[in-house]
């Protein structure tokens, strides 16, 4: 074992060690002419090593990658652009293992009533693990697994805590990161659209348009943009404003209590100072 297995070792290094060069005089310079030659290098079936010179150069995810969560928000219904597909149903937070999304369902300013929206949307990125169930869940398609990960920087506090301003992009966006996907679940909820829209649109006695691969508003092959050498992105500064409060800060004072009648504003404020001190917590 030990004179045969070490040989039979060192011949698949030094194959791949050799296959190394091969491929780099294959490819020399033509590595970034063709997207093509980039994918394969990368790919399953190339020979030998391939260094990816980050963040000169980057990897292409695949279409399941995951990352963290963003909501998608509407970018096809002019009645309804750039609102959230999210109902504020909450299923997502109860499925959640860490617990890391805090959601404040909407009201109707007028009646004071719930309305399928939500007001505040907090997903705390450093507890996330990036498990996937909140979009796995979701029974409106409106949170998905982002392909971003380069979310790196110097605070811990604010910048980690993604609200809705943040976490929102538009379906089309969904669409070109993942598109297989992407059809598969426009396919199961009958059209590109929202499934209440969709709904309207059959109590209306409207069909929506069956979802194809052609009628995609976004075109798949923006993909491969993604595996194209980028320049190295300047690092970020250190904020040059007011110093974050640290982790273990004093409780917010209590909101003075509503009036009677008077609706309850949600204060973002005192929602992001919550969060911290549940971090600091664990
Ligand atoms: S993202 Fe989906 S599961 Fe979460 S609250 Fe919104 S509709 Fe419900
Ligand atoms: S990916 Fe997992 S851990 Fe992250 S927010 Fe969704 S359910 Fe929670």
């Keep these: 074992m030990y004179g045969k297995g070490i040989a039979k070792g060192l011949w ?35 020979q030998g090593a391939f260094t990816v010179q980050y963040p000169d150069e980057k990897i292409a995810v695949p279409e399941r990658f995951r990352f963290v969560p963003f909501l998608v928000t509407e ?18 937070a109860k499925v959640c293992p860490p617990q890391c999304i805090w959601i404040v369902r909407g009201t109707n300013p007028e009646t004071g009533r719930p309305v399928p929206q939500p007001e505040a949307f907090f997903i705390d990125i450093d507890i996330c693990m ?10 409106f398609d409106a949170i998905k697994m982002d392909h971003d990960y380069e979310m790196a920087s110097y605070d811990r506090t604010r910048h980690h805590i993604h609200d809705k301003q943040k976490l929102s992009k538009p379906s089309s966006y969904w669409k070109s990161i ?11 909820r009958g059209g590109w659209e929202h499934s209440d829209i969709i ?28 595996a194209q050498p980028v320049a190295v ?39 992001l100072e919550k969060i911290r001190q549940r971090k600091s917590e664990k």
């Design 178 to 188: 993942a598109p297989t996907t992407a059809l598969e679940e426009a396919a199961a």
């Design 75 to 92: 970018d096809q219904d002019a009645s309804r652009m750039g609102e959230d597909w999210c109902t504020s149903c909450g299923i997502c």
């Design 12 to 46: 698949v290094t030094f194959k791949h060690f050799f296959a190394t060069y091969v491929d780099d005089v294959r490819y020399a310079g033509r590595k970034y002419m063709r997207q093509e030659n980039f994918g394969v290098r990368q790919g399953l079936n190339t």
């Design 199 to 226: 709904k309207s649109m059959k109590k209306a006695g409207q069909t929506p348009v069956p979802p194809t691969k052609e009628n995609m508003t976004f075109e798949p092959a923006k993909l491969v943009e993604v």
């Design 233 to 271: 992105a300047a690092v970020e500064a250190p904020a040059a404003e007011a110093p974050a409060p640290k982790r273990a800060a004093a409780p917010a004072a209590p909101a003075a209590p509503a009036a009677a009648g008077e609706k309850k504003k949600f204060d973002k404020a005192a929602m």
């Design 130 to 139: 990036n498990c996937g169930f909140c979009a796995e869940f979701c029974p």
